[in-house]
């Protein structure tokens, strides 16, 4: 049973708004620039923020709607803001972003974005994708499964062409929960399959630090290209619960079955992924495969001396919360105390804790008393200093710490990671108590 | 509460604005360009000035934007408290909206107050709650009435302006309800108000030794390192002295208007403005022997300083630096980068004041050539190459546009680890400078890949 505890307020917000994930998703995108409909602290927080998690330049734009426009609620500020970036950039997109307040003013984009198009003909070449985020709505990862699905839906050709030579092709639905190595993996273990993917949004391109020059659109993620060749594809895989609605678009618009992949993380969901590859494709596994499972199997058997009767607890949005929550309980046998998320959707109240909360920082702090340890964001840092219990950053933000991004959670990649991660964890506690 | 609202966006949004004429303020203080913007909201300026109170209790008054993606990331330090750790938000939803929440913020403000026992209660608003009319100043007074605690409005929605235009906010929520409430239990020899020093990085730290050694006490301080009581009785200062801030100016003239508390403007970056600012305060309060005092402390120290900076100094001579950062802490950087034997080759006019431009001018003896307007990251990068510049200072959000264009970078932003202010802060600036310029990472990443060299 998922509780909601009864407070008026939020306490240390777990949650981020939904522009944030959107925002996310569209950095993901080769050549797009996010631009955020609103006044400009939303972006500028957002951008401070972003920059610091991945750090990386983080190139997003604002409408910078100001107090008569406010009132008044023209759309100059939004087709002023359009024109500009594409004066100045020159994206190959522009991915629109609403806030809460242009929502509260009612602003009706359909109808600006029309007037724009009649008034500005001259821009005609540069599609804009616009997504409904308000920030008194969804989270961060719902955010970014409707940045991913708004992009879909504009910009699949409408009548797509199958072109039976391109069979092989693959659309992957990353999920916001995926780290760079865990994209990096899943391509490597599909092209290793012989299949072509296309990934969307590819954040570990244009977010993992392969773009060594200076730039001011992000850059090798996701193409315009890629995302019209979509449409072609045979098959889509979804990572996480959130994507399913972009899957969907997929499947309604060109007829693309999907399988969906609640969590790629842990032996079992591995396992899963390894056989739909070798009954997809009637291929061997590859031998470097073969040879990371047996690792990741060792590492498990390794580290269970020190897994037995500990106890955690778990705060992430919900695809990210139930990939570790899933593993770390079922597959290393740590019992979950609490687990915090943010929106109601995935799989995550499947998962066997003596408490699942709709919450916050707060929630976790009170409810996770007998914790051994804690997963969170670093924001979750003065909380542990208080309370004494150690804390494996995962999720947005990680502010204080290099090369969170470049962990893999998923695959036999990411059952030793995480098995080594956390056993280092479980067994300094145990040293200190022999001690 | 509209009204409110309106009366504080017509003030002029910088200070610049005041001497000039209508024509000219509209040029001056243009708003900022639709997906052309950099910079924050005036909800973000309010909290930068307040946030540092940390026994107080900060209550952001809307949806999720204006707190999930900012809280927890202050670079201040302090020992008074831990709430500027804390992001407390009515986490406002749609039927909130709708149906207005006041009472849910009444009901927050009791839940915060009962479990966490604050000194005192900010209550922030943000554009939804701006918009739509949520009245914070009267559920402030019902809420101090009733606990007991002392609940401050602060009517900050980020759509009314620049962080700047925030700050003064913050000034406005202090001097009509914080300053003056309390009187203190005794008053020392020479009190005075700190204004404008965050503590950003433990930057305080730095320099109160130096008070402490002269006698002065920084009797309230606004806000880095501050408790909430001392901000009350800040109406018995002798001096105001407002650091590195052009917006709090207006705090310190409404003090002075207020309780007749004079005021003077500092800098604590550079020896140089270091010695200057101590000796003008001295001065100020009217002490001759604090005068002496002061100056012999900064002659010691400055003979200690130059001592220990001497291994640096060699390295850092003659090294050609691009400054790109804000308002009035260009031109007490430029100095000190000058003390360290640096030559700076640019430095930018975001954000300064005439007063400030008039400073930094001074610095590159009226050549505005020196002077660089706005830019993006690539305007940075081009004029470094251009001028063969060593290294960039600014601020965080250049320094991975920085690291891209692979050229050594100190930050000198918000967020930093390192504290650059009086003696022990110029030590470690340049330490900094060294520590970069030095670096072999540069070398080692600017060479080419082997499949990008070409043989014969
Ligand atoms: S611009 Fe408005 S909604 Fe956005 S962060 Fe600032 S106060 Fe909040």
């Known amino acids: ?435 | 509460m509209r009204l409110a609202i309106q009366q504080l966006t017509e003030e002029p949004s910088c200070d610049h604005n005041q001497k000039k004429t209508a024509e000219q303020k509209k040029n001056a203080c243009k708003k900022p360009t639709p997906g052309a913007t950099a910079g924050g909201c005036a909800f973000d300026g309010a909290q930068i000035v307040l946030v540092p109170i940390a026994d107080a209790a900060h209550i952001i008054h809307g949806p999720m934007t204006c707190t999930g993606q900012s809280y927890n990331n202050r670079g201040t330090r302090t020992d008074k408290g831990s709430f500027h750790q804390y992001g407390f938000t009515t986490d406002l939803s749609e039927l909130d909206i709708v149906f207005g929440a006041e009472k849910k913020l009444k009901e927050s403000v009791r839940y915060v107050v009962e479990k966490f026992s604050p000194k005192a209660v900010f209550i922030y608003s943000t554009c939804v709650t701006a918009m739509s009319g949520e009245d914070i100043g009267a559920v402030s007074k019902e809420m101090q009435e009733e606990l007991k605690v002392p609940v401050i409005p602060v009517d900050s929605p980020g759509f009314s302006g620049s962080k700047n235009l925030g700050n003064k906010f913050a000034g406005f929520s202090l001097i009509n309800h914080v300053i003056g409430t309390r009187e203190p239990e005794k008053i020392p020899m020479f009190p005075i108000n700190l204004i404008g020093e965050y503590n950003i990085a433990g930057e305080l730290y730095q320099v109160e030794p130096l008070f402490e050694e002269l006698g002065i006490t920084l009797f309230s301080k606004m806000t880095g390192n501050a408790g909430y009581d001392e901000i009350c009785h800040a109406h018995r200062s002798k001096l105001s002295v407002v650091i590195c801030s052009q917006a709090l100016i207006s705090l310190a003239r409404q003090m002075k208007d207020k309780y007749e508390i004079p005021f003077m403007e500092g800098s604590f970056y550079g020896m140089g403005e270091t010695r200057k600012t101590l000796v003008k305060i001295a001065e100020n309060l009217g002490s001759d022997i604090l005068k002496k005092r002061a100056e012999e402390l900064c002659d010691r120290k400055e003979k200690e300083t130059y001592e220990k900076l001497a291994p640096y100094l060699p390295i850092l001579k003659g090294k050609r630096v691009l400054v790109y950062t804000g308002g009035v802490k260009s031109w007490s950087v430029l100095n000190q980068l000058e003390e360290l034997g640096m030559e700076v080759v640019k430095s930018s006019t975001r954000k300064s004041t005439e007063d400030d431009i008039a400073r930094i001018l001074e610095y590159f003896e009226g050549n505005e050539d020196g002077l660089m307007p706005k830019g993006d990251g690539k305007t940075i990068l081009n004029l470094m190459k251009q001028y063969d510049a060593h290294l960039l200072l600014a601020g965080g959000r250049n320094m991975y546009n920085a690291m891209k264009g692979k050229v050594p970078f100190v930050d000198v932003n918000q967020e930093r680890h390192f504290a650059f202010a009086g003696y022990d802060g110029t030590l470690e600036l340049a330490r900094r400078l060294v520590y970069t310029l030095t670096s072999p990472v540069f070398e080692v990443t600017t060479r080419p890949a082997p499949w990008e060299v070409s043989f014969g």
């Open chain 1, 1 to 435: 049973m998922v509780k909601i505890i009864e407070k008026p307020l939020a306490v240390n917000p777990l949650k981020k708004s939904q522009i944030m994930g959107a925002i996310t998703a569209f950095l993901g995108m080769h050549r797009v620039m996010p631009l955020v409909h609103g006044a400009q602290g939303c972006m500028a927080f957002t951008k401070n923020f972003l920059t610091q998690h991945f750090r990386e330049v983080t190139p997003m734009q604002s409408t910078a709607v100001f107090d008569i426009a406010t009132i008044i609620g023209d759309d100059s500020n939004l087709h002023q803001g359009i024109a500009n970036v594409i004066d100045k950039q020159n994206p190959d997109f522009i991915g629109l972003v609403t806030t809460g307040m242009t929502e509260v003013r009612g602003d009706d984009m359909k109808g600006s974005m029309f007037r724009f198009r009649e008034k500005y003909p001259q821009y005609a070449e540069t599609p804009v994708v616009s997504v409904t985020t308000p920030d008194f709505k969804g989270d961060a990862e719902t955010g970014f499964a409707s940045a991913v699905s708004a992009t879909l839906a504009a910009l699949l050709p409408i009548e797509p062409v199958r072109d039976y030579r391109t069979r092989k092709l693959i659309n992957i639905l990353a999920g916001m929960h995926l780290n760079a190595a865990d994209i990096d993996w899943i391509r490597r273990v599909f092209e290793d399959f012989g299949l072509e993917v296309i990934v969307l949004p590819d954040i570990s391109s244009s977010m993992g630090g392969q773009v060594t020059r200076f730039y001011t659109l992000p850059e090798e993620g996701t193409t315009i290209d890629m995302i019209h060749r979509m449409a072609q594809a045979d098959f889509t895989i979804a990572i996480g619960g959130c994507m399913e609605q972009a899957a969907d678009i997929l499947l309604e618009k060109c007829c693309i079955p999907y399988k969906k992949f609640d969590s790629l993380t842990g032996i079992t969901y591995s396992d899963e992924l390894i056989s739909w590859l070798m009954d997809y494709t009637g291929r061997p596994v590859p031998k470097w495969l073969k040879v990371q499972r047996q690792r990741g199997v060792d590492a498990l058997l390794d580290a269970h001396f020190s897994f037995g009767g500990k106890v955690f607890s778990i705060a992430a949005e919900p695809d990210l919360l139930y990939s570790l929550g899933n593993f770390i309980t079922r597959e290393m046998g740590i019992k979950l105390e609490c687990a915090v998320t943010t929106a109601r959707s995935g799989a995550f109240e499947e998962l066997e804790a003596e408490n699942i909360i709709m919450g916050d920082l707060g929630d976790l702090e009170e409810y996770s008393k007998k914790s051994d340890f804690i997963l969170a964001n670093s924001n979750a840092v003065p909380m542990c200093h208080r309370t004494h219990q150690p804390l494996y950053k995962i999720g947005f933000p990680i502010k204080d710490q290099f090369g969170h991004f470049h962990r893999a959670f998923v695959g036999y990649a990411g059952v030793m990671q995480l098995a080594f991660d956390i056993g280092n964890i479980c067994l300094s506690l145990d040293i200190e108590k022999s001690h």
